[in-house]
């Protein structure tokens, strides 16, 4: 138990499907964040919610993708037309109060595009 | 984009080494984090290290700051088996409204033969 639970763990889904993932943090969290992480690579930060308000995008969030945090508390990725450079981790984590906290990850949803 | 530079990519080791991982930035931070990764699964915070602190231990972890040359070490002592893992470094610069930036490093995979 990690403290924020990701679903679907894997999603495989055909070239232009839409897909979403969804982030259920166990306890209130006021920062949430989404990274997408590639094989071999570091998380790469996509995006940020501050309670229900996006306050940060990543350049790398293109228009087929949107997320959401409706009333503050879990959260939705949702990739339209999805391509196979979609294929990746995505990761949700949750960060804590003050300046100085470590980041709480979930398990992540894996995402194959055929 | 990643900013940190992890080295190396790939460390391998025998049981009861020390295993020893640098990780150099471009930008001002207010603090450095390592977390650890295992195989397909999520990232687990190790150890937070503050902008104005050099070095930092956590039970067998040691990590220091340089933030003149922007580069971090982080050092596994006396090293086991279940310590293999993808080592990720983080640094973190604090925005106006309390934004927090977390920007992950390339990684350093670390195997340890037991």
């Known amino acids: 138990d990690t403290g924020v639970s990701q679903n679907p763990r894997h999603k495989i889904t055909k070239r232009g499907q839409n897909v979403t993932f969804r982030c259920d943090p166990i306890s209130e969290h006021n920062r949430l964040y989404w990274y997408r992480q590639t094989l071999g690579q570091g998380p790469e930060f996509l995006t940020y919610?501050?309670?229900?308000?996006?306050?940060?995008k990543s350049r790398l969030l293109s228009d087929r993708f949107s997320a959401e945090r409706p009333k503050g508390s879990f959260s939705t990725l949702e990739i339209q037309r999805t391509e196979q450079g979609d294929s990746a981790m995505y990761l949700c984590a949750l960060g804590g109060q003050g300046r100085y906290y470590g980041y709480t990850f979930g398990s992540g949803t894996r995402l194959t595009v055929v | 984009s990643q900013q940190g530079e992890e080295d190396p990519q790939a460390l391998s080791i025998q049981e009861g080494e020390n295993a020893t991982m640098n990780c150099s930035y471009k930008t001002s931070i207010n603090n450095l984090q390592w977390y650890r990764q295992n195989s397909g699964r999520g990232l687990v915070h190790l150890i937070l290290i503050r902008s104005n602190e050099r070095e930092k231990h956590s039970g067998r972890l040691r990590v220091t700051l340089d933030t003149s040359k922007k580069s971090s070490s982080l050092l596994i002592t006396a090293s086991r088996a279940a310590d293999t893992a993808s080592y990720f470094c983080a640094t973190v610069s604090i925005f106006s409204g309390g934004y927090q930036k977390v920007t992950f490093g390339t990684g350093t995979k670390l195997q340890v033969i037991p």
């Open positions: 919610f501050q309670n229900e308000a996006q306050l940060e």
